[in-house]
């Protein structure tokens, strides 16, 4: 697996799958890659591009336009969009097809340390998943050196409470329903057991 990169400043790109649209098939099928991928997270980026051309916010980074308008109200359309951008980039990097299994030893230790197990590390995200109520994003994130589980709504993510997020499984609705209708617990179970990548987790601890 990669290391993660920098995403590039604007205008925003949307950065290739890092797998075809039919590879997490059957957890995920390609008809939903294809809308989630090709229509949602395409259009966060177009948005932003369009939100951000001619302000001061073009030619920043996604994490310093993140940074500059969390949490103010009237910045809100352009947080929403440059954090949806973000969060789907990350979150593609967070699944893989041959997913799921034991993480690698450096992050085992600290989700031990955290959570006592593999187990009770993916019972908390399964549970912060199925919580969230309404759109949002489980995440396993470092806050300091600790690992924690942490769920957010809508477009925002532990980037916006300075933690280091490892991995994420978007809740929204159009993550899940053309497979999964209403049974989101299905769909977070199959995720964690097949396609979550604890490579990618274990890259992101620096
Ligand atoms: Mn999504």
Redesign the pocket.
Known sequence: MKKKKTISAAPHVLQALPYAQSALAPVISANTIGF?YGK??KGYVENLNKLAAGTKFAGLTLEEIISATAGKADKAAIFNNAS?AW??AF?WRSLTPKGGGEPPAALKLKIRAAFGTVKGCKMELATAATTQFGSGWAWLALDGGKLKVVKTGNADSPLTRGMKPLLTI?V?E??YYPDYQNRRADYVDAVLEKLINWDFAAGNLG
Do not use: I, L, R
Request: aromatic share 10%; with cysteine.
């Open positions: 989630h949602h997270h949806q969060n789907h979150c978007d929204w159009h993550a």
